[in-house]
């Protein structure tokens, strides 16, 4: 029986960022693994050289680029055999979408008519390591936004992928993305109440997974046979909750769950709301020293000024942004002044996820820069935050109305509006929902269980504003109508992951970057002896599961998590194996 582990002990009770400095047994070696079994003894040695080979460069200060590096991977499989001779890989682009058409409207229908009722669902695949069965699958779990470019990390795809053999589906979450459930026409509010949901969501992923071990040939579900083949689940932020999820209510289909930046705790409303953006403005301090300072001082300025202005059209010109991109609903500067607020934290909060590998090049140490200029105004510094925001790649990716235009003279305020009638900048997610139909779809989930109780505390660098169920009530239902009613404690008591370890959890991995504010509402600490956690100092969201994947400019913390990491799941898969002996 081939195995995965074959490593050096070491301690997981402990979190990383406790790890010592002069701790070098906190590393662990690569012995030779001749264990036989269905595998070849030359194949067992080959897999333990390129998984040295592969842990060397995620550790290495000269760790390759993402360029090289997959040059060096490439030619180490050609010299251990990988590369060829597999009947599994079908010499796809695992960047070009597949779709399946099988897809379930509705999961959970009683009504025999509607319950036939399928629609195509897109994903991305990748089978060029796998070995067949007995080996392990990646499910890589989308999220909260299309999945327009293909497998989204490295890591998993390029690292964890040749290391256990594995093969690697990467599902898009419905109603994200032009493919949904309801095609032709715009779902009506209570279709997306009954299906835009996280177990609809998760149902959808169990069901082509199913599909997809039967391509693989994986038929056997029993965990003692030498074919089975084990599940793992990836996902970061909100996929990371719903990785976590997968773990807790499909445990009989999925073996293990990677959870990195997982909101649990916000989920299910155990958070202090103000966690969320003091965490921001300690990443800001963090990123450039006295920003914290400049942007409370410049913000509380700007909110005098805007709210003494003559008119909204003064107060919109006065910060350069564009008077005819002013939403009508802002009618008066009281109003204008709460969502220009709002629209600096949550692009804060945008540039603070973003913020891996620490540097100047960051958007998050150019936005104090801004804030922290000696000759600007307030209300001038207002405009150069926004300018800089207009020309963030991230945020042009994410609001692509602007890209194109080779100068823009003002801000458009509007971009930051979901789709759909009654849009507003303050939406239910004081994180950001974002714009178009993916931030409609974001801003519906969270009016109705997906609920984060996220404030602005007195201790933060922004206006304090208190959040509230009854603020959110009231916004969603201008919104939506009176059927739509937030639920906080819907998910968690379907779910019941307020407690992890009495609802029988076991094998879940939660990573957090500490500079992230989701870390606010993750697990921080090992909450028994198979649910870990482990934690970046210089970590930002997600940084482990970048979309570059390991690199030379990763700093030591993430690399030494590369490494752990691989050998957590490494230790959990031969668990599983064990269970065929």
Same mark, same amino acid.
């Given at each position: 029986?081939k195995k995965?582990?074959?490593?050096?002990?070491?301690?997981?009770?402990h979190?990383?960022a406790?790890?010592?400095e002069?701790?070098?047994?906190?590393v662990?070696t690569?012995t030779?693994?001749?264990s036989g079994g269905r595998?070849a003894p030359?194949?067992?040695r080959g897999?333990?050289v390129l998984?040295?080979?592969?842990?060397?460069?995620?550790?290495?200060p000269?760790c390759?680029s993402a360029?090289s590096g997959?040059s060096i991977?490439?030619?180490?499989?050609?010299?251990l055999?990988m590369?060829?001779?597999?009947?599994?890989?079908?010499?796809h682009d695992?960047?070009e979408?597949?779709f399946?058409?099988?897809?379930?409207v509705?999961?959970f229908?009683?009504?025999?008519?509607?319950?036939?009722?399928t629609?195509s669902?897109r994903?991305?695949?990748?089978?060029?390591?796998?070995?067949g069965? %007995?080996?392990?699958?990646f499910?890589i779990?989308?999220?909260e936004?299309a999945l327009d470019?293909?497998?989204l990390y490295p890591f998993?795809t390029?690292?964890l992928?040749?290391r256990?053999s594995a093969a690697?589906?990467?599902i898009?979450h419905?109603f994200?993305g032009p493919?949904?459930?309801i095609m032709?026409?715009?779902?009506?509010?209570q279709?997306?109440?009954?299906?835009?949901?996280?177990q609809?969501?998760?149902a959808?992923?169990?069901?082509?997974?199913?599909h997809?071990?039967?391509?693989?040939?994986?038929?056997?579900y029993d965990?003692?046979?030498e074919l089975?083949?084990p599940?793992?689940?990836?996902g970061?932020s909100?996929p %990371?909750?719903?990785s976590a999820?997968?773990?807790l209510?499909?445990?009989?289909?999925?073996?293990i769950?990677y959870?990195s930046?997982?909101?649990?705790?916000?989920?299910?409303q155990?958070?202090?709301?103000d966690?969320y953006?003091?965490i921001?403005t300690?990443a800001?301090e963090?990123?450039?020293?006295?920003c914290?300072?400049a942007v409370r001082?410049?913000l509380?300025d700007?909110s005098?000024?805007?709210m003494?202005a003559?008119?909204?059209?003064?107060?919109?010109?006065?910060?350069?942004?564009?008077v005819?991109?002013?939403?009508e609903y802002?009618?008066?500067?009281?109003t204008?002044k709460d969502d220009?607020m709002?629209a600096?934290?949550?692009?804060?909060?945008d540039y603070?996820?973003?913020?891996?590998?620490?540097g100047?090049?960051?958007?998050l140490?150019k936005?104090?820069?801004?804030?922290?200029?000696k000759?600007?105004?307030?209300?001038?510094k207002?405009?150069k935050f926004?300018?800089l925001?207009g020309?963030?790649a991230?945020f042009?990716e994410?609001?692509?109305?602007?890209?194109?235009e080779e100068?823009?003279p003002?801000f458009?305020l509007s971009i930051?509006?979901p789709?759909?009638e009654?849009?507003?900048?303050?939406?239910?997610?004081?994180?950001?929902?974002?714009?178009?139909?993916?931030?409609?779809?974001?801003?519906?989930?969270?009016?109705?269980?997906?609920i984060d109780p996220i404030g602005?505390?007195?201790?933060?660098?922004?206006?304090?504003?208190?959040?509230?169920?009854?603020a959110l009530?009231d916004?969603c239902q201008?919104?939506?109508?009176?059927d739509?009613?937030?639920?906080p404690?819907?998910l968690?008591?379907?779910?019941g992951f307020?407690?992890?370890?009495?609802n029988g959890?076991?094998?879940?991995?939660?990573?957090n970057?500490?500079?992230d504010?989701w870390?606010g509402?993750?697990y921080?600490e090992?909450v028994?002896?198979?649910?870990?956690?482990l934690n970046f100092e210089n %970590?930002a969201?997600h940084?482990?599961?970048?979309?570059?994947?390991?690199?030379d400019?990763?700093t030591?913390d993430i690399?030494l998590?590369?490494?752990?990491i691989t050998?957590i799941?490494?230790?959990?898969l031969?668990?599983?194996?064990?269970e065929?002996?």
């Amino acid at each position: 029986m081939k195995k995965y582990g074959a490593v050096q002990e070491w301690d997981i009770s402990h979190d990383v960022a406790n790890d010592s400095e002069d701790d070098d047994t906190s590393v662990p070696t690569i012995t030779r693994n001749d264990s036989g079994g269905r595998f070849a003894p030359t194949w067992a040695r080959g897999i333990v050289v390129l998984s040295a080979i592969l842990l060397v460069l995620a550790l290495s200060p000269n760790c390759h680029s993402a360029s090289s590096g997959d040059s060096i991977v490439a030619s180490t499989l050609t010299i251990l055999g990988m590369a060829d001779d597999n009947p599994y890989d079908n010499d796809h682009d695992v960047n070009e979408p597949l779709f399946y058409d099988d897809q379930l409207v509705n999961h959970f229908s009683k009504d025999p008519d509607a319950s036939v009722a399928t629609w195509s669902n897109r994903y991305y695949k990748s089978t060029k390591y796998f070995k067949g069965p %007995g080996s392990p699958i990646f499910i890589i779990i989308g999220g909260e936004g299309a999945l327009d470019h293909g497998m989204l990390y490295p890591f998993i795809t390029e690292h964890l992928a040749p290391r256990f053999s594995a093969a690697v589906i990467e599902i898009e979450h419905r109603f994200y993305g032009p493919y949904q459930p309801i095609m032709g026409r715009e779902a009506t509010v209570q279709e997306l109440l009954e299906l835009l949901t996280p177990q609809q969501a998760m149902a959808d992923m169990i069901r082509l997974t199913k599909h997809f071990k039967d391509e693989l040939d994986c038929l056997d579900y029993d965990r003692k046979s030498e074919l089975y083949c084990p599940v793992i689940t990836v996902g970061g932020s909100y996929p %990371g909750f719903l990785s976590a999820m997968f773990r807790l209510v499909y445990p009989d289909f999925v073996d293990i769950a990677y959870a990195s930046s997982a909101p649990l705790k916000l989920y299910d409303q155990s958070t202090d709301q103000d966690v969320y953006y003091d965490i921001v403005t300690q990443a800001a301090e963090h990123a450039s020293k006295g920003c914290a300072r400049a942007v409370r001082e410049t913000l509380e300025d700007a909110s005098k000024l805007i709210m003494h202005a003559k008119s909204v059209e003064d107060a919109v010109k006065s910060m350069n942004m564009c008077v005819d991109s002013i939403p009508e609903y802002i009618d008066n500067v009281k109003t204008l002044k709460d969502d220009v607020m709002m629209a600096v934290g949550f692009s804060f909060a945008d540039y603070d996820m973003d913020a891996y590998p620490p540097g100047k090049d960051l958007g998050l140490y150019k936005a104090c820069q801004v804030f922290q200029h000696k000759n600007h105004e307030p209300l001038e510094k207002m405009a150069k935050f926004f300018e800089l925001v207009g020309l963030d790649a991230e945020f042009e990716e994410e609001y692509p109305s602007l890209v194109g235009e080779e100068a823009i003279p003002c801000f458009d305020l509007s971009i930051f509006l979901p789709d759909g009638e009654n849009a507003r900048i303050t939406t239910s997610d004081w994180s950001g929902s974002g714009g178009g139909n993916d931030g409609k779809m974001w801003d519906f989930q969270l009016c109705t269980t997906v609920i984060d109780p996220i404030g602005f505390s007195s201790e933060s660098m922004f206006p304090k504003r208190k959040w509230t169920y009854a603020a959110l009530t009231d916004y969603c239902q201008k919104r939506y109508g009176k059927d739509v009613v937030p639920q906080p404690r819907a998910l968690v008591e379907d779910m019941g992951f307020d407690d992890l370890v009495g609802n029988g959890a076991s094998r879940i991995l939660f990573t957090n970057g500490l500079q992230d504010m989701w870390s606010g509402g993750s697990y921080l600490e090992n909450v028994s002896d198979s649910i870990l956690a482990l934690n970046f100092e210089n %970590g930002a969201h997600h940084s482990d599961l970048s979309h570059v994947g390991p690199s030379d400019k990763d700093t030591d913390d993430i690399r030494l998590g590369f490494v752990q990491i691989t050998n957590i799941l490494a230790k959990w898969l031969d668990e599983i194996k064990a269970e065929s002996e």
